[in-house]
T-cell receptor
């Protein structure tokens, strides 16, 4: 079953704009991760945020986590055409080893 | 580092045939996962190995699916007999530890069962 649900399902923006994707989940988590998948390729890990963290940055990426609302957001600043991909959130809960993925947000950045 | 290597990249077969997918994890990683990705169901975990031992195979859809990890550098996922509903992209992923942090994915095998 899906733990994380991304919103929106699809997003189209102009190059240079910021892109924000949201993820909601159902049960308490240990950590939440974001992955990127380019068309026809495997998933690539972007960033991990732990349940006791509220915000993390990595280059042009900013991730926030609100455990009270069971939600996270991924912000990509100054988007580039190369950012065109699907973005997935994934969560780990309790003592589980199983990373559970949402269905993703498909981002299109128009040059 | 070559990353996680999967083969073949594409497989087209006829219903009823046996299909074997292969995976070489990153050297030093001791956790290996097989995932299946479809438009309808997204990414589903099929099986998880730790130190070459299958820990959880509850995601394997039915007895037609089997997976092995004979050593730390090789794993196979076999479907026998294959059915059209098995058509999907199959990913192998690995990491060190018990899989709770960053996963490294292969490029996947696109399986089409006609």
């Amino acid at each position: 079953s899906q733990q994380g649900e991304e919103d929106p399902q699809a997003l189209s923006i102009q190059e240079g704009e910021n892109a924000t994707m949201n993820c909601s989940y159902k049960t308490s988590i240990n950590n939440l991760q974001w992955y990127r998948q380019n068309s026809g390729r495997g998933l690539v890990h972007l960033i991990l945020i732990r349940s006791n963290e509220r915000e993390k940055h990595s280059g042009r990426l900013r991730v926030t986590l609100d455990t009270s609302k069971k939600s996270s957001s991924l912000l990509i600043t100054a988007s580039r055409a190369a950012d065109t991909a699907s973005y997935f959130c994934a969560t780990i809960s309790g003592g589980s080893y199983q990373l559970t993925f949402g269905k993703g947000t498909k981002l299109s950045v128009i040059p | 580092d070559a990353g996680v290597i999967q083969s073949p990249r594409h497989e087209v077969t006829e219903m009823g045939q046996e299909v074997t997918l292969r995976c070489k994890p990153i050297s030093g990683h001791n956790s290996l996962f097989w995932y299946r990705q479809t438009m309808m169901r997204g990414l589903e975990l099929l099986i998880y190995f730790n130190n070459n031992v299958p820990i959880d195979d509850s995601g394997m859809p039915e007895d037609r699916f089997s997976a092995k990890m004979p050593n730390a550098s090789f794993s196979t996922l076999k479907i026998q007999p294959s059915e059209p509903r098995d058509s999907a992209v199959y990913f192998c992923a690995s990491n060190y530890g018990q899989g709770r942090e960053k996963l490294f994915f292969g490029s996947g095998t696109q399986l089409s069962v006609l």
